[in-house]
């Protein structure tokens, strides 16, 4: 019997020139993807999606406008691709493809949600690409960015957002958990490189990343107020499998803000705005995992995910999914 399986999708910074082709030019069910993106997207990106991922440059790739959309395709590409090979139908993709949980990081939280069941392809296509957009405008506003401390844990890197933040109202904050010793902060131009100074002071090592802005810190608040619009007009529906949310840490659920589809609705505005508990989010996945001989498959494009798990859970393997598997 097909051993349950969980899946990981990949966020912002996995992009690459030439993504899921090897899946497109291998399967009609990963070509049928890209070809209603680029539809449905039209001229909106200023060239078809399937060029911007295939060939177009590694500068307009990164842009957060693009990036973001085209991750959510390449790994939804992937995924159908997938179903293909382990005999699974598009319509009980979970139920079949024996799905025990999903989960993504950041960005690739929709494309979780999505292959749950909780909204349709074309519904999180339009979603991202509000979200790229709406976040690479709220990062012209205010010149700010992102810092990667290595060897640090939640508290030391709070200290670090303490002593660099300066007392003239800038924003500092951590941004991502990424595993362990492995944490990203977010904020002010002027404090980021405040905190390399200071991550230094602390024997830490702190390098500045190349982004647009500062993702997952209030200075996304612009962005969060455009996404929460489109999300109330967005039909969401519970998900067929848990899928991790990102600002808790857990499986998204009913709660004291609602039902479980009005819950995954604010947690993902909050999202933008609060840190990205991916360690917990895999914590959670091994520890469920645990006894049941469950196989763990990152979708494409990239293999960032597995690395992270190696630093948060040594014993767990990650198969990772660039291209399809030789027949």
């Not at 647009?212 to 499998?241: N, V």
């Not at 009005?262 to 933008?272: A, G, K, N, W």
């Amino acid at each position: 019997m097909t051993a349950p399986r969980i899946i990981l999708c990949p966020g912002q910074g996995a992009q690459a020139v030439a993504m899921a082709k090897p899946w497109h030019d291998a399967s009609a069910e990963a070509r049928s993807v890209f070809a209603l993106a680029d539809r449905l997207l039209g001229s909106r990106l200023g060239a078809p999606l399937s060029e911007l991922c295939f060939s177009g440059s590694p500068e307009r790739l990164n842009q957060t406008d693009v990036s973001q959309p085209a991750i959510y395709v390449a790994s939804i590409a992937c995924w159908r691709g997938l179903l293909a090979q382990w005999g699974a139908g598009a319509d009980r993709a979970v139920e079949e493809a024996r799905i025990m949980a999903a989960a993504g990081l950041s960005l690739g939280e929709y494309t979780a949600l999505h292959l749950a069941g909780a909204f349709t392809f074309e519904e999180g296509l339009e979603l991202v690409a509000l979200r790229g957009r709406a976040m690479q405008d709220a990062a012209a506003l205010t010149p700010s960015g992102m810092v990667a401390l290595i060897g640090a844990d939640e508290g030391q890197a709070q200290a670090v957002c303490d002593a660099a933040r300066g007392a003239g109202g800038e924003v500092l904050v951590c941004a991502n958990f990424n595993a362990p010793g492995q944490v990203v902060l977010s904020g002010s131009k002027a404090a980021c490189e405040r905190a390399v100074e200071e991550a230094g002071k602390a024997g830490l090592r702190a390098a500045p990343l190349a982004v647009a802005g500062a993702f997952h810190s209030p200075l996304m608040a612009p962005a969060a107020d455009r996404l929460g619009e489109a999300l109330a007009r967005t039909s969401i529906r519970a998900p067929r499998c848990p899928v991790l949310s990102n600002v808790t840490g857990d499986p998204h659920a009913s709660s004291a803000l609602g039902s479980i589809e009005q819950t995954i609705r604010t947690r993902l505005v909050e999202q933008l705005t609060s840190a990205v508990r991916w360690s917990q989010n895999c914590q959670w996945l091994v520890r469920t995992a645990a006894g049941s001989a469950a196989e763990f498959h990152e979708l494409a494009p990239g293999k960032t995910l597995a690395g992270l798990m190696k630093r948060i859970d040594r014993g767990t393997k990650v198969t990772t999914h660039e291209e399809p598997a030789a027949s």
